[in-house]
C-alpha cells in the first residue's frame, strides 16, 4: 500500500494504454480524465481508478492528471487488492427466501468483547433488520439496536409494522424483557418520535397496558417516570369551532398543583391539533398559567376562538392532579357534614391572635438563616388576653421595632460578616449602590442577597444611623433622554446583581422624601453607558459569551436531526436546532466583516483585525473551533482580503498569531491539522466542532455509500456508519463548561497561551470594585452581541470600497509585480542599467521597491501607468471598471495572510506591457544624454519645478511591510 503526493497541477498520472496494476483512490484534491472522442472527466474526493477486481489484467483508457494541486492519492496492488477482495467474499454469507431471493447479507467479524467471532448484518431486507432486534447480538455488534432505533426512519416510512412486531415479542416471556429493555431504549433516546407522531403515541399506551396486564408494576413506574422526564414543550395552534367542546381539566392552582388533561372529544379542534389526556398546560398565548385556576382556565378556552398553546405530556403529573382533586373534595364533604360553632368569644379570640400574628409579620422582616443579625427588639413579657384585653399596661405589651443606635450599628456588622461566611461557595459578585445625593459606594454580595441585606449594608456603607424602616431598595431606570422610571424592589427580591441593565442603577431611597432620585443630566449619563465600542470590549469576554451561547444550541441538536438533515425527511420536530447553528456559522462570519468595513478610520481596522484575532485564539484555548474558523473565515472575506492599506498597518506579532491560527485551515489530506487538533486535545468534551467539515463528513458517507444494494437490500452498514459518527458528534456535548475553567481545556501552548491573562478564571478577587467592573463588562458584551448587524455581499463590497477606494496603481503593481523594473532608477537619471539583482535577494528586493506609501507610489506607478494609457487602448479604464482593488504583494514570510487575487485584464497582455515600457525607457536614457534635466516628460508630475536649472525632487526608499524591519545606510540604499 502506496501513499503518493502530487503538488502541482497537469501532471499526468497514468497514460493512456498503460498497464493497470493497482487499484486507486483519491483522498485529495482533483483529477481529471482526458479520453479521445469524450468530454473531460473529473474525480473527487473518494472516487477510484485503476484495475477492477478482475483477475486479467486492462490497459488505462485516456490520461489521468491532476486537475488541481496537492493531490493524495491512495495506491493498493494488484496482489493485496485480489486478496482483500478475496477474503471478503470468504467471510461474506448470503441468506435467501423460499424464492431464492437474498433477503440478509452478513460478514464474519471479531468479538468487540474479545469472545468468539459471529456474523454482523452488512445488508438486508426491512423486515430482517426488525428481526434482528430480538436476537443476541451484544458481543460482536454492540450497538445494533441503537444504530437501529436512529436510522430506522430511512427505510421504514410506516412504523407500524416495527410497533406490531414489538407488541407481539413482548407477549413471549423468553423476549419480554429484551423487548422492554429495546422500547425503554427508544424512549429514552428518541422521545420526539412519540411526542410528534400519534401512531407512535398509541403504541406507548398499548405498551403501558402491557405492562398492567403482566403485573410488572416496577417496570410500569420506572417506565412512567423516563416518559415524564423525557418529554418536551410542544407549541399547538388551536382554530376552534364554536361547537367543539372544551376538553376536560383537572388541577390547577386551586389545589396547588397544574392543570392537566383528561379527556379530549374525538374528531374536534382540539383533537385535530394533536392535543392528547395527560397533556399539562403551560402557557395560553403569551400568558402562563401557572397562577389560573381550573375553572379560570376552561373560561379563557370557551371564549377564545383562535390561540396557541404549550403544552407537555406528564402522566404521572396528570394522576396525581386527578388524586389531589378527589381529596379535596372528600375533604370539603367531611367540612360539610361537621356542625359549626357560632361562639362570638371564640370569633373575637382568633381575630385578636391573627392580628398579632400579621403586625409580627409586617413589622419584623425575617431573613433566612440570619435570625442574630436582625436588630434587638423587646418582646411582650406579659401575659396576651385573647379577648383584646391586656393585663399589663398597654406600653410594655407593644413590640418595640425600633433600637438603640448602638445596637442598630451592631446589628450592620454582624450582617456584613454574615454576607461574607454566606459567600463561600457562592459566585462572588458586586453592585454599585448610590444615596440620593448620587454619591456611590461598590458592595459585595452574592447570588443569594437579597434587597433588604443589601439596604442594611447599604445603611452601614454610608454611615447612616436611622431606622431601617424609612429605608428601600430602588432601581431607576433610564428609558430616554429626560425620562426615568424607579421601582422598588421587594425585600427578598435576590440576584440583584444580573437583574440590572446597563441603564439601570440602584439606590438607596429614603422612604420620607417624594422626590426623584435622578436629574435629567444624569439620565442622560445613564443613557451615553448603553453605548458599546467592539475595541473597548473585552476579548476574552467576547470569546466566553459566543462559546456559551454557541454551545447552548449545540448540545440541543438531537441525532435524529442529523438524520433527518442528511436524508432529506420530513419530521415532526423538525431540524430548528441544526438550521440555528448552521445560521450561527454565518452570522459569526459576517459581523467579523461588516464589523471593520463599517469602520472609517484606518487605525482603528487594524486594531478591530488584532481584536478578532484575540477573540479567535481564546476561542481555540476553550475548544470552539467553530467560532474561531467563523472569525478567520470572515478576516479572509473579499471585503476585507483587498484592504491591503489596513493590513499593513497591523503589527507582526500579529500577523505570527494569525499564521498560527489559519494555519488549522489548511484543508490538505482533509483538514489533517484541524483533525489532529481535535485528537490530541487533553479534553474532548465539551467542545464544539467545526459544524462546514461536521456537515461534510456526514454528507461524504450519504454521497460516497450507496443506501440500496444488491436488488433493494438496505446498506445497514452505512447506517452504522452515519450512527457512529452522530455519536461521536454527541459526545462533545457530554459535559458542560466551566466559566472560570472553560479557557484551560487546551492547554498550555499556542497563540492563546501568550494572550492568556495570568490567573484571569482561577483567582477570585475580593475587589468589589474589580467585581463590579468585570459585571458591567459582562453585561455590555452581552448587549453588543444582541445587536448584531450583518451586512450582505452587495453591501459588504459598498462599504470595503468606501474605506479604500479602487484605484489602478495597485492593479499595475499586482500584474506585473516581478516584470518592471525599479521606477527610482529612471527619477534619478542615472543612464546605465540597474545591476541585475542576485538570486537570493532578488524577490525581497522587487518587492520592496513595489511597497510604496502613497506619496511614493502615485509620484512612480501613476506616472508609468500614463505613459501606457496614451498607447494601449483601455488600459485607463480596465482596474476602474472591475473595481477590485486587490492591495499590495506580501513578504515572503505571509503566505498565509488572504492571498492577492489580481483583476481581470481582457486588452492587455505581459509582453505588450513590458515592450511598451523598454520603448519609454529607452526614450527616457536618450533624454537624459542630450539633456540636463533629468525627468522624463511622460513621468512629470505637476508639483515638480519648472525651472531648467532645478534639480530632480528625492525619492523616498520604498517602504516595506510592517513585518520587515528596514535599516539605511545614508547612501539611499536600504537592507532588509
Known sequence: MLYKVYRDPGFTIVQHGKELHSWQVLLNGVLEVKEEGLPPKLLHVGESFGMPAATQVLKQQGDISTRSADCHI????????????????????????????????????????????????????????????????????????????????????????????????????????????????????????????????KFLEDFESELRVWNLKQELTQFRQLCNNRTLHRTISIVRDKSDPIPLLVGGAQIGCGTFVTKVAEGSSFDRAQLRASDQLIQFNDTKLDQFSEDRITKMLTQSIRFTLVVRSNKIGTKEAIQRSEDDINKNRVLDNQPRIHSSDSIGKTKAFSGFIDSLKQKKPQKRGRLEDLPAMTLPTSKLDLSGQDQADTTSSRISMTTSRANMTSSRSNLTSSSSRGSVGLNREAVK??????????????????????????????????????????????????????????????????????????????????????????????LRDTVTNFLLLDPEEIARQITLNSFEVFKKIRPVEYVTDLFGLKSGFGQENIEKFAEKVNTEMYWVATEIVTEKSIIKRA???????????????????????CILSGLAHPSLKRLDETWSKVHGKWYKVFEDLHDLLDPSRNMYKYRNLMNNAPCRAPMIPFFPVLKKDLTFIHLGIDTKVEGGLINFEKMRMISREIQNIQKFSSMEYNSRTMFNLAGDTGSAARLRRKESNTVVTSNAKKLYDKGLMQRKVALYLSEIINFDEAKLRQYSHACEPPSPTTFVS???????????????????????????????????????????????????????????????????????????????????????????????????????????????????VDSSVQPVKAFKSSSENNSPHSTPPPVSPPLLPPRQRRKSDGNGATTV
Not at 100 to 111: D, I, N, Q
Not at 836 to 849: L, M, Q
Not at 863 to 884: K, M, V
Request: proline share 5%; net charge negative.
Open 74 to 201: 491512495l495506491s493498493i496492488p494488484r496482489s493485496e487488492f485480489l486478496h482483500i477482495i478475496n477474503q471478503s467474499e470468504l467471510n461474506t454469507k448470503r441468506l435467501k427466501d423460499e424464492e431464492g431471493k437474498v433477503v440478509v447479507v452478513k460478514e464474519l467479524r471479531a468479538s468487540v468483547s474479545g469472545g468468539q467471532p459471529g456474523d454482523v448484518i452488512t445488508a438486508a431486507k426491512p423486515v430482517s433488520l426488525i428481526e434482528h432486534l430480538r436476537e443476541n447480538h451484544k458481543s460482536v455488534d454492540p450497538d445494533y439496536t441503537e444504530d437501529f432505533l436512529l436510522t430506522y426512519r430511512v427505510f421504514l416510512p410506516e412504523v407500524e409494522q416495527l410497533t406490531s412486531s414489538l407488541l407481539h415479542w413482548f407477549k413471549d416471556s423468553s423476549y419480554r424483557y429484551k423487548i422492554l429493555s429495546i422500547v425503554t431504549s427508544w424512549v429514552s433516546a428518541h422521545f420526539t418520535d412519540f411526542d410528534y407522531n400519534p401512531k407512535l403515541w
Open 433 to 526: 449602590l448610590y444615596c440620593d445625593d448620587n454619591v456611590f459606594k461598590y458592595i459585595q454580595i452574592t447570588e443569594e442577597t437579597t434587597a433588604l441585606e443589601l439596604v442594611y449594608i447599604g445603611l452601614d456603607q454610608f454611615e447612616i444611623l436611622e431606622d431601617v424602616s424609612n429605608f428601600a431598595l430602588c432601581e431607576v431606570i433610564a428609558v430616554h433622554a429626560g425620562a426615568v422610571r424607579q421601582k422598588q424592589l421587594a425585600p427578598m427580591t435576590k440576584n440583584l446583581a444580573n437583574r440590572l441593565s446597563l441603564s439601570s442603577r440602584y439606590y438607596l431611597k429614603d422612604n420620607r422624601k417624594t422626590e426623584s432620585l435622578v436629574q435629567e443630566h444624569v439620565a442622560q449619563e445613564m
Open 607 to 629: 486594531r478591530m483585525i488584532k481584536h478578532f484575532l484575540k477573540v479567535a485564539a481564546y476561542c481555540q484555548s476553550c475548544n470552539n473551533f467553530n467560532s474561531m474558523f
Open 814 to 928: 499586482t500584474l506585473q509585480r516581478r516584470s518592471l523594473p525599479d521606477l527610482t532608477e529612471i527619477n534619478r537619471g542615472n543612464n546605465q542599467a540597474a545591476p541585475a539583482p542576485d538570486t537570493k535577494s532578488d524577490k525581497v528586493e522587487t518587492e520592496s521597491s513595489l511597497r510604496k506609501s502613497n506619496s511614493v507610489e502615485s509620484v512612480n506607478s501613476k506616472r508609468y501607468l500614463s505613459a501606457l494609457e496614451s498607447e494601449i487602448p483601455g488600459l485607463g479604464d480596465t482596474g476602474r471598471q472591475e473595481g477590485r482593488d486587490e492591495g499590495r504583494p506580501r513578504p515572503e514570510g505571509a503566505e498565509q495572510i488572504p492571498p492577492v487575487v489580481p483583476p481581470r485584464v481582457d486588452k492587455l497582455d505581459n509582453s505588450t506591457l513590458q515592450s511598451s515600457f523598454r520603448k519609454k525607457l529607452e526614450q527616457a536614457r536618450a533624454q537624459s
